[in-house]
């Protein structure tokens, strides 16, 4: 006969800093940190026979303003960010329920508790970089079963579904997101320590290092280190926030000083396994970035990290061919939108354009093999028709759109 026995683990209490902003084509009136702290709780259950013994137990150009903003109304002390219009440029063409069982614990015993976003670090730090082309992605899926791993350099798709949102602080208490919550396997609030929520893994990046100026950095820093201060190792980390951008709504930092804190700040983590994201761009295939800042740091990223905003499917395409292309890296498709991006920055006002480049980009990246995750942004700079959410925090054409794209995956 076996009989369950039943091990309650307590959560560590994760910390939210800082707002998302975004871009040199978005201006914020003012920034606020906000910090909100959330428990979560892990039951784990094993299964023994009896008789037997019990085991122990992440400018100069005009880029795309996908900067997210919390609805008009909300409590989340969040600034939105103004949008002036961008002056042309000649760029061409850039989150599966989470089971809780599958964040791995340490060795040790100790009974310090363990973040179910992070895996306490094993005392092994021998683990060998994978090849570019040692992972798997998800090309087309009917479950919306969660996978039984996390992510992995060898398993990047969290929990085996691509999809997810790019979000702000505080957009996981909206009624949006509980909406999408069943369909999404992450999701981002541009923050070091994002929470999961709904079963909906969050992924944390860090914004910038000591190389960027913009006035929020240490506040953003400070945070990162307080994470990594309490020894939890993340899955993944992305890292920068489009440091080829000027401040306030990007990073802004030389590719010297993004390769210096990158091998400071980011590199370190991979040690323990941690899975690396590249810096995002936000001059799309255009960028010039990132060749030299991989020449310059000692440990490659695993995933790219890339922003896409087009009118159409013809110029999603281009952006994710680029990036495979150069990098020969899986992609991780943090942002998309609908823009007319040439000859001049224009958001796309119809919705049946915009209805189309969601349908069109969500089943070329579920089936396109070296996109392992895509999410849509979700803030003001990209007009009244794209933006997923309205002022109360519910699902709006575009977001049903998004919604009814996915549940068939």
């Not at 990132?290 to 000692?298: D, M, N, R």
Request: charge should be negative; proline fraction near 6%; charged fraction near 15%.
């Amino acid at each position: 006969m076996q009989y369950a026995l039943v091990l309650a683990g307590a959560a560590l209490v994760h910390a939210a800093h800082a707002d998302h902003a975004h871009l040199d084509a978005h201006r914020h009136e003012r920034r606020v940190v906000d910090t909100t702290v959330e428990w979560v709780y892990t039951t784990v259950t094993k299964y023994v026979t009896a008789g037997q013994d019990i085991p122990t137990t992440a400018s100069q150009y005009q880029q795309a303003p996908s900067a997210v903003a919390a609805p008009a109304d909300t409590t989340t002390n969040l600034a939105a960010p103004s949008v002036p219009t961008p002056t042309s440029f000649s760029a061409s063409t850039e989150e599966a329920i989470v089971a809780p069982s599958v964040y791995s614990t340490s060795t040790s015993s100790s009974s310090e508790a363990v973040p179910t976003s992070y895996a306490t670090p094993t005392t092994s730090t021998s683990s060998t970089e994978q090849a570019p082309s040692a992972y798997s992605s998800v090309a087309t899926t009917t479950s919306t079963q969660a996978s039984a791993s996390g992510i992995t350099k060898s398993s990047l798709t969290p929990r085996g579904k691509k999809a997810g949102l790019s979000g702000y602080v505080g957009c996981q208490e909206k009624e949006a997101f509980a909406n999408l919550a069943p369909y999404i396997s992450w999701y981002s609030d541009y923050t070091a320590t994002t929470p999961d929520s709904q079963g909906v893994q969050g992924i944390p990046m860090l914004w910038g290092g000591d190389g960027s100026t913009c006035a929020d950095t240490q506040a953003r820093l400070t945070a990162y280190n307080s994470l990594v201060a309490t020894n939890a190792v993340p899955e993944i980390m992305f890292g920068f926030y489009e440091p080829d951008c000027n401040c306030p709504d990007s990073s802004e930092m030389t590719t010297g000083e993004a390769a210096s804190d990158w091998d400071s700040l980011i590199a370190p983590l991979a040690k323990e396994g941690t899975v690396l994201g590249s810096p995002s761009m936000c001059k799309q295939k255009d960028e010039d970035f990132l060749t030299p800042f991989k020449s310059a740091i000692s440990t490659d990223w695993d995933v790219t990290s890339v922003h896409i905003n087009k009118p159409d499917l013809d110029g999603v395409k281009a952006v994710v061919e680029y990036y495979w292309n150069t990098y020969q890296k899986p992609i991780w498709v943090s942002e998309f939108a609908c823009v007319n991006d040439t000859p001049s920055w224009s958001p796309c006002t119809d919705q049946t354009q915009v209805n189309s480049l969601i349908n069109d980009a969500v089943a070329y990246f579920q089936s396109n093999e070296h996109v392992v995750a895509f999410g849509p942004s979700n803030g003001n700079g990209l007009g009244d028709v794209w933006p997923l959410t309205d002022s109360a925090g519910k699902l709006t054409t575009s977001g049903q759109t998004y919604l009814n794209a996915i549940k068939s995956l």
